[in-house]
């Protein structure tokens, strides 16, 4: 099976306080550290096991630019076959449908039969990969939890939904799904991968390479724009309970059925 | 890791994105297979045995040995990041005793022949064997070409009188490089061999009670006729003596970088805890007496990790560093009983208490000056080189 995982370079949240700039257009980016988001990085991991399973190639793509391609040899590292780096000034300020419209072109380029997306960034709004899904006129299911490769022509898909519920489903090849996390147990990256891949060269495609214009990407194309970053006012905090140990215990029985904690 | 050198004259640069990225993988494996347990391991007094494969399955154990033997090359600076990287667990002990096979394998890569390659290495570096390396005894330490225990050749098999002492990993170790006595007096009568634990005659003691290096098992080692087959000695008998020095260079140089990182860490918690300790109605880096001594910790620190790497690079270029290696060796040690005294200093009592880093990194700190060759013994070659 061919599958193509779009993975991106995020802030890493666990490195890093993220504080908003100054004048509210962006978080403060000096001296961040950077990482693979972490959802994409379960969509590799399954996408890795999907191949050692069935055979066939993984590729990672990222819209991104130079500091970027640390993230694709970082996925090589763990396993992915190939890496494509999609880098042009006229991608810059895409958004969400810029972004689907880079990778669709990028989809179009090659023959595969999975796409995969994380089902969310650390920093992004969690709508790629359905738009890519509708771009492409594929099938998709989103907050995809587990997969199972049924023949060359369906998968059997696993979705999470509302209250720790879950469904399955059959899906078509080819198809988009974008991943949850927990679907896997990501590998380290091993120290030989990393040599491995340390001088392995990374193509890059540009807005022409992949026939696009600028009304379909970046910053003119874009029709979502932020206005605003702000730490949101705190609210009300904590409610602390007062009385004996029993009458305590009664109250918290009362909130919890309120709230629906207890049925 | 926040800063990426694109060229190499750029300045003092020798670190690429590619050791970056190890350092960032085996940090994230720090946190999550080591982090979480290692209080438990230190009380302990080791760690389980699957760690190693663990620890083999991401390449820290077969970094820097040769591929042929399952290991992954690469410049010595790989070898740095694992090192420090394996020193962000915080325990000392857990670096050493995971570390023992970088003082046990050496000798048999450059003595042994290719099966005897073939048969120790592999195994050690896929995790599945532990190995030590065994010279102390009671008798001495620093005086290597004095050592006591005897090897005599009866038939195919050498006979193993003696004992050892201070041996880290002895008690988990299937592999023992061991130096032992087949010749004459001095360091031309000494052999290594490689015995296997479990031979006839062979036992260990109960782990010893130490200051430091909890998550590392120390213990002795008896031979009591012990018998090892003679396709275990590594070289020529008498030969040892070269299989010891094998190690010398990158011993010290890991002491080193474990004395710095130590310090490091030591100094990070100090700068942590200064912030937010408040005495008197000011936080401790209100005060500039503080203010100085978290700046000559942080300078000392600097100072001697920039001289290490400098010792580092030139033994990667194979330029003889026995002076210098014995200098940073020091010189680092120095650093960190300074640093890790001051830490404790700044978090007061509580620098006292098991519930905090330093107070580990205070007690780990100890033994660096006296492993791998004590701070007299590296003074005794300085003073030979240079006088
Ligand atoms: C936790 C731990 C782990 C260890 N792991 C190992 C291991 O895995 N394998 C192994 O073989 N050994 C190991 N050792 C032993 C270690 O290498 C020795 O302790 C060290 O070499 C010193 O030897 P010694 O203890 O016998 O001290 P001694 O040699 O008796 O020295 C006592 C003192 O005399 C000083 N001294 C010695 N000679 C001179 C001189 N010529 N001039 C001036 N002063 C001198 C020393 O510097 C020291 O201060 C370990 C030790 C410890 C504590």
Redesign the pocket.
Known sequence: MEILVCVKRVPDTSENEIEVNSDGTDIERDDLVYSVNEWDNYAVEEAIQIKDKVGGSVTVVTVGDEESEEVLRREMAMGADNGILLEDDAFEGSDGKGIAAILKAAVEKGNYDLILTGAQADDGAAQVGGMLAAMLDLPYASLVNFIDVSDDKKLKVGREIEGGNQEMNEIELPCVLSIQTGINEPRYVGIRGIRKVASVEIPTHGASDLGLGADAVGAGAAKVKRLDYFVPELGEGAEMLEGSTEEKVAKLIELLKAKGGIK | MSHTFKTSCECQQYFTDSHDMVRKSLRDFIKKEVLPFIGEWEEAGGFPKEVYRKAADVGILGMGYPEEYGGIPGDIFYSVVVTEELMRSGSGGFV?GLG?LN?AIPPILSMGTPEQKERFVPPVLAGEKIA??????P??????AALQTTAVRDGDHYVINGS???????TVADYITC?VRTGGEGAHGISLIVVEAGSPGYSVSQK?K?T??WA?D?AEIYFDDCRVPVENLLGDENNGFYGIMANFQTERLALSIMANMTAKLAMEEALKYARKRRVFGKTLTGYQVNRHKLVDMATLVEASTEFTYRVAAKIGAGIDQYKEVSMAKNFACSVSDKVTYDAVQIFGGHGYMRENLVERLYRDNR?LS????????M??IISKMIL
């Open positions: 050493a023992s003082i030590a390396l065994a010279i102390t005894e008798g001495g330490g620093s005086d290597v050892k002492t201070f041996i880290t990993s002895a130096a010893l130490k430091g290096w590392s120390t033994i006296i492993g791998g060759g004590t701070t007299e013994i003074k005794e």
